[in-house]
């Protein structure tokens, strides 16, 4: 009973990219702690990823990376339903009603559209410019009272109650209204070569992000050569990006408090520094990447969580989406 009462999330990956630090520390870990308290649902969605060109081997390959990475960081799979968007037929089919019920003119506004088909001009495809409605599809399908996504995605989950609102009042109550659930500041992971920027796996430089998935020497020298700045102490302020995002880095990932930090490091350099930062980085990665390594060796485990999460999603947004063609109109399909 008490299951039933527990409030809803939704969230989706784009298996694009690696997973990097930011991800985890700024989104990955905050699903970690949510899954005592509520009734979460993560996909993979695969369908979204290619609205920009893949190549099907690594899109393969990266998809069951992610989905090991999610249950390697601690996403208990009796807690959470994990599964690939394109195993849930539901998620298209109810796309498809939406995008009868989005405009034109709503999702030629979308920031995310814009950026994209100006970095990607020689492919500027349907799926890309309806994207929103999909993504609407996988929120409103489970009824999700809340849906944990970064700052960029909040326009899009606006629209999503936008089209859940017009739905409701044309055919009475159907989906729950979702509210965008965005983590407080500091989870902000900041860029490494440009700290000014945040981390981003979609990232040109590989210098700029740190992958879950980086060799641990890479890791280290890579924050070696974080940008920083000449001042030589390590503490915030003004002009010290560089040095506020490491020390924020090494905060979350040692759970030492900023203050005790820096007046641990007075008087002493940015070598010494990076170095120790590098160090809990990578102690706080490696239960994470040896985990990892079990998961992806046990192929009939992954299987058996993503059959089950595929399977339980499917039974959950069938009734959605029965609901909707119900009051569409459409004929109930003969039993
Ligand atoms: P994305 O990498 O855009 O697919 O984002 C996946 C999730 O990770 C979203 O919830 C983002 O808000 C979060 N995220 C991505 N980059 C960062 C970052 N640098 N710092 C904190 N959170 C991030
Ligand atoms: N568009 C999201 C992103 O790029 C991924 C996503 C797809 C998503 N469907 C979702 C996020 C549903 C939250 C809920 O990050």
Known sequence: MEQLEKKIIFSGIQPSGCITLGNYLGAIKNWVALQDDYRCLYSVVDMHAITVRQDPKQLRQRCLEFLC???????????????????????????????????????????????KSAKHADNINVGLFT????????????????????????QHVELTRDIAVRFNSLFG????????????????????????KKMSKSDDNPKAYISLLDDFNVIAKKIKSAVTDSDGRVCRGEGKEGIDNLLNIYSVTSGESIASLEARFEGRGYGEFKAEVAQAVVECIRPIRRRFDDYMN??????????????????ISQRTLDKVHKKLGYVARAK
């Open 131 to 154: 994207y929103p409605a999909l993504m609407a599809a996988d929120i409103l399908l489970y009824q999700a009272d809340l849906v944990p996504v970064g700052g960029d995605q909040k």
């Open 69 to 115: 990475l999610l249950l390697a960081c601690g996403l208990d799979p009796d807690k959470n339903l994990l599964f690939f968007q394109s195993h849930v037929p539901t998620h298209a089919e109810l796309a498809w009603v939406l995008n009868c019920f989005t405009y034109m003119g709503e999702l030629g506004r979308m920031t995310q559209f814009k950026d």
């Open 298 to 315: 046990d192929k009939a485990y992954i299987e058996s969580v993503y059959k089950k999460g595929a399977e339980t999603a499917l039974k």
């Open 173 to 196: 109550e159907t989906f729950k209204v979702p509210e965008p659930y965005i983590p407080k500041v500091g989870a902000r992971i900041m860029s490494l070569a440009e700290p000014t």
